[in-house]
Nanobody, 127 residues
Framework: VQLQASGGGLVQPGVSLRLSCVVS????????IGWFRQAPGKKRKGVAC????????YYVDSVRGRVTTSRDNAKNTVYLQIDSLKVEDTAVYYC????????????WGSGSDFGSWGQGTQVTVSS
């Protein structure tokens, strides 16, 4: 089971980024994928989650309306589109999945039961 996140970079406030998470060793039809981020000196926090099967997406309040997660099962890839980037979006972004969590549910933000984690991709928003 592996997850590979990419697409981060140094960007100016207001622009958009699309992060990708390529998974291997399991099917997106059977596992929820979570997106998390960790800012310098802060704890890791949930950003978004997409359930298996019906692909229902969930977002934390702080990003709702600016963030969209989607998936392409044929490419084994999950995406995180972040619009109108803010300085406070600066963090390492991780994707997680392949574990026990099939659907996001109400506790996905804890990060529990996702199983495996990717190596993270750095997003830095600065003018």
């Amino acid at each position: 089971v592996q997850l590979q996140a990419s697409g981060g970079g140094l960007v100016q406030p207001g622009v958009s980024l699309r992060l990708s998470c390529v998974v291997s060793g399991f099917s997106l039809d059977d596992h929820a994928i979570g997106w998390f981020r960790q800012a310098p000196g802060k704890k890791r926090k949930g950003v978004a989650c997409i359930s298996s099967r019906d692909g229902t997406a969930y977002y934390v309040d702080s990003v709702r309306g600016r963030v969209t997660t989607s998936r392409d099962n044929a490419k084994n890839t999950v995406y995180l589109q972040i619009d109108s980037l803010k300085v406070e979006d600066t963090a390492v972004y991780y994707c997680a999945g392949g574990g026990l969590r099939k659907y996001c549910g109400t506790a996905w933000g804890s990060g529990s039961d996702f199983g495996s984690w990717g190596q993270g991709t750095q997003v830095t928003v600065s003018s």
